[in-house]
C-alpha cells in the first residue's frame, strides 16, 4: 500500500462513516416524501435528490478506494474513472432537473445546485489527474473535495426537503 494512503486511513475511515450515513439519512428523508418524488409534476426534485445521491455515492466510493491496498498510480486512475462515471448520470440529471417545469419555486436554486456540481465534478477530476501521477498533495485537493461534496449535499438535502414539503409531499 502507498505510504500516503496510509497516512489518510483514519480521514478514509470517517469519509466512508460520514458518507454512509448520510446517505442512509437521504433515504429516509426520500422514504418520507415519496409522493412528492413520485408526482409527475415534480421532476426536478427527483432530479436534485438523485444528483445528491451521486454525491453521497461519490464521496464513499473515494473513501472505499482509499482503504484498498495500492499505488497513488491506481488510486487516481480508479478516481478519475468513479468521477467520470458518476458525471456521466449526473449531468443526465442536470438536464431533466433544469428542464422541468410546475413545481412553483426558485430555479435559481436549481440552476446553482447543478452548476456547483460540475464544479465539483471537474475539480475532482483535475485532482484524481493529480493523484494518478503521483503527486501526494493532489491527495488534499480531492480529500477537500470529498469534505465539500458532503458539505454541498447536506446542504442540498436540506432544500430538498422543505422543497418536498411545498409542493405537498
Known amino acids: 500500500m502507498s505510504e500516503e494512503l496510509v497516512l489518510?486511513?483514519?480521514f478514509n475511515v470517517a469519509l466512508v462513516t460520514a458518507a454512509a450515513a448520510l446517505l442512509g439519512l437521504l433515504f429516509v428523508a426520500l422514504s418520507i416524501h415519496i409522493r412528492a418524488l413520485t408526482d409527475q409534476r415534480n421532476a426536478e426534485l427527483r432530479s436534485v435528490a438523485r444528483s445528491i445521491f451521486l454525491g453521497y455515492v461519490v464521496s464513499l466510493g473515494f473513501g472505499f478506494l482509499a482503504l484498498m491496498p495500492q499505488t497513488l498510480w491506481a488510486f487516481g486512475l480508479e478516481l478519475v474513472a468513479l468521477n467520470v462515471?458518476?458525471?456521466i448520470p449526473f449531468a443526465a440529471a442536470a438536464r431533466s432537473g433544469l428542464r422541468a417545469t410546475g413545481v412553483?419555486?426558485?430555479r435559481r436554486v436549481t440552476m446553482v445546485q447543478f452548476i456547483a456540481g460540475f464544479a465539483l465534478f471537474a475539480s475532482a477530476i483535475a485532482?484524481?489527474?493529480g493523484v494518478a501521477v503521483g503527486e501526494p498533495s493532489a491527495l488534499f485537493i480531492v480529500a477537500g473535495i470529498a469534505i465539500v461534496a458532503l458539505l454541498w449535499g447536506?446542504?442540498?438535502t436540506w432544500e430538498l426537503i422543505f422543497r418536498m414539503q411545498s409542493v405537498g409531499g
Open 154 to 156: 447536506v446542504f442540498n
Open 127 to 129: 485532482g484524481s489527474i
Open 104 to 106: 412553483g419555486f426558485d
Open 85 to 87: 462515471g458518476a458525471s
Open 8 to 10: 489518510w486511513h483514519d
